[in-house]
C-alpha cells in the first residue's frame, strides 16, 4: 500500500488490488499513509485460498476484475476523494475506574484496556500517575522528550508514553533507560518496523542487551535466558510489545495480518550477553561502542520457516558434539542463502530472493573452543564468509545473470531496498563475479552477528532474516544504575 501510494505521489495513477478478506487492513493503511481515498479494487480471497482455484476458475475473476481496474484508472476523482474528510485524532485523558472493591477495580481496568486494544492479553498494571512519576524516576531524560515515531500509525513515542507502557507491563524503573533504548532502535530510520509489525508471516523481534546494566537490572544471559521467569527480561520484552501496540496502534487481524501470529509476541525474545563467559569483547565493543557503555540490539528474525527461523546447534546436555560439527551446520544453513542467486529478478518483491543477515549465539562452551583454536569474532566471521561463499565456477549462467542484475540495480538504486546492495560492497562482487573468484551469499562479514549467550552447557542457536532490519543504540539517561548514565 505504502508503494501505491508513492506512486500516485509521483503522479502514476494506481488502483490497488486487494482480497476481500484483508479490505480492512488496506483501508486502515491507506488511512495510515495518508491517502484513505486511494481506489481499491477487492477479489474474493477467501474462497481463493480455501478451494485453490485453477486458472481457468480465475479468468472470470480476473476478467471482471481488470474492468473495475480500467474504470478506476480512468474514471475522475469525485468531490469526496479530493477532499477525504480528516483522520480523527485521539486525544489523551485520564480514565477513572470505580468499583465495589480493589480487586474488581482491577477486573474492570483490565477488561476496559484490553476491549479498547490496549492491552496485550496478559494482565495489566494500571498506569496510575504515581506509578508513571515512579517510573519516570529512572530516566532523567525529559518525558516529552519524542523517542520515535511507531508504525504503522506512527504514533509519537514520547518518553511518558514508554514509561506509561512500562507500568502496564510491571517493569521497574531500572529497567526504563533499556526500554527506551530498544525504542530507539525501532523507530531508527533505516529500520523496518512495518514489515515485523504488520506482514502475514510470522516475523519477530529479538531485543539483546550488552554492557554492564545488563547484570546490574538482573537480566537473564544463562540457563533459560528466552524463557519465563526473569522480571528484567520478560517486562521489558512486554513493555515494549505494548508500546509498539499503544503508540503504533496495532492489533491483531486489523493491520498485524501474522496468519498464526508471532513467536514470543508478549515478550520477544529478550536477553543479555553472557559477558563472563564470553572468551570475547562485547558485540557492542565489536562495533564500536566503549566496554563501559552498555547497549541494546533489536533485530527482526525469522518466525516459524525452516529457512528463515531460529536453528540449535549442539548436543546441549544430552548428545555429543564437537566444534567442528556445529560449524559444519551453521555453514550448510548460511550457504542455504545461495537461492537468492535462483531466485532474484530486479524489480519483482521475492522475499526469498532478499539477502539475509544471520544472528548467532553461541554457547560458551562452544565460544571457549574456538577461542582456544585461534578464533576471533571477527575471524570466525570472515570464515563464515568465505566458507559459504560460491565459486565462480559452480554458479550457473541463471545465478550469475542475477548476480549481475542485483550489481546494476544496486548501483542505479531502482530496486527495492531489501534488495539494494550497500555501496561499498558493489565491488567487492564486481571483483569476484569472473573465472577463479568465489561470490558470497552474505553479503558482507558484517551481516554475521557473532554473540555468546547462555549457561553451560547450553545450545548454540542462530536466527536470519533480511540484512536491513538491525540497530544498535547506547543506553542513556539511566539515574538509578551506575551504568547507562
Known amino acids: 500500500m505504502s508503494g501505491a501510494i508513492r506512486l500516485e505521489k509521483l503522479g502514476k495513477p494506481v488502483v490497488y488490488i486487494v482480497a476481500d478478506n484483508f479490505s480492512h487492513d488496506a483501508e486502515l493503511s491507506a488511512e495510515d499513509n495518508g491517502m484513505p481515498t486511494l481506489r481499491r479494487v477487492a477479489v474474493p480471497g477467501e474462497e481463493f485460498f480455501q478451494r485453490r482455484i485453477s486458472r481457468d476458475q480465475i479468468k472470470p475473476v480476473a476478467n471482471s476484475a481488470v474492468q473495475v481496474l480500467i474504470a478506476g484508472l480512468t ?46 492479553g496478559l494482565p495489566l498494571i494500571p498506569p496510575t500517575p504515581e506509578r508513571v512519576k515512579w517510573m519516570l524516576s529512572g530516566t532523567s531524560r525529559s518525558k516529552d522528550e519524542v523517542v520515535g515515531i511507531v508504525a504503522p500509525k506512527n504514533g509519537k513515542a514520547t518518553v511518558e508514553k514508554i514509561a506509561i507502557n512500562a507500568v502496564m507491563a510491571g517493569a521497574k524503573p531500572e529497567y526504563l533507560p533499556v526500554i527506551i533504548a530498544a525504542m530507539e532502535g525501532f523507530t531508527a530510520k533505516d529500520y523496518d518496523l512495518v514489515h515485523v509489525l504488520t506482514s502475514s508471516g510470522s516475523f519477530f523481534p529479538a531485543v539483546i542487551v550488552h554492557g554492564p546494566i545488563a547484570k546490574e537490572i538482573g537480566m537473564n544471559s544463562g540457563t533459560g535466558l528466552i524463557g519465563h521467569g526473569f522480571r528484567a527480561n520478560n517486562t521489558i520484552g512486554h513493555a515494549l510489545r505494548l508500546s509498539l501496540l499503544n503508540i503504533g496502534h496495532l492489533w491483531p487481524g486489523e493491520n498485524d495480518m501474522a496468519l498464526i501470529g508471532r513467536v514470543s509476541s508478549h515478550t520477544f525474545f529478550t536477553f543479555a550477553e553472557n559477558e563472563q563467559f564470553s572468551p570475547w569483547e562485547p558485540y557492542h565493543v565489536s562495533i564500536g561502542f566503549k566496554k563501559d557503555e552498555s547497549a541494546v540490539t533489536v533485530s527482526t528474525v525469522g518466525g516459524y520457516t525452516a529457512t528463515t527461523g531460529m536453528t540449535v546447534y549442539g548436543g546441549g546436555a544430552v548428545a555429543v558434539w564437537s566444534a567442528d560439527s556445529i560449524l559444519d551446520a551453521i555453514v550448510a544453513d548460511i550457504s542455504h542463502d545461495r537461492r537468492i542467486f535462483t531466485l532474484f529478478k530486479r524489480g519483482q518483491a521475492i522475499p526469498s530472493a532478499h539477502p539475509s543477515k544471520h544472528i548467532l549465539v553461541l554457547a560458551p562452551e562452544f565460544a571457549r573452543e574456538l577461542n582456544r583454536r585461534g578464533y576471533t569474532r571477527a575471524s570466525l566471521q570472515k570464515y563464515l564468509y568465505e566458507k559459504t561463499s560460491i565459486p565462480f565456477e559452480e554458479l550457473t549462467a541463471q545465478e550469475v545473470k542475477a548476480v549481475r542484475d542485483r550489481i546494476e540495480g544496486s548501483k542505479a538504486r531502482d530496486m527495492l531496498h531489501y534488495d539494494i546492495m550497500p555501496t561499498d560492497r558493489i565491488p567487492a562482487y564486481e571483483e569476484v563475479l569472473k573465472p577463479g573468484g568465489k561470490v558470497p551469499v552474505v553479503i558482507a562479514p558484517r551481516d554475521i552477528t557473532i554473540l555468546v ?18 540497530e544498535t543504540k547506547l543506553v542513556h539517561g539511566a539515574t538509578l544504575t551506575k551504568s547507562g548514565r
Open 75 to 120: 474514471r475522475p476523482l469525485t468531490r469526496e476523494e479530493l477532499n477525504p474528510k480528516p483522520k480523527k485524532t485521539a486525544m489523551d485523558r485520564i480514565i477513572k475506574i470505580t468499583a465495589e472493591n480493589y480487586g474488581a477495580a482491577l477486573e474492570k481496568f483490565n477488561a476496559l484496556f484490553l476491549a479498547n486494544h490496549w492491552g496485550s
Open 453 to 470: 549467550s547462555g549457561g553451560i552447557p547450553a545450545y548454540t542457536f542462530g536466527m536470519s532474516y533480511f540484512r536491513v532490519s538491525q
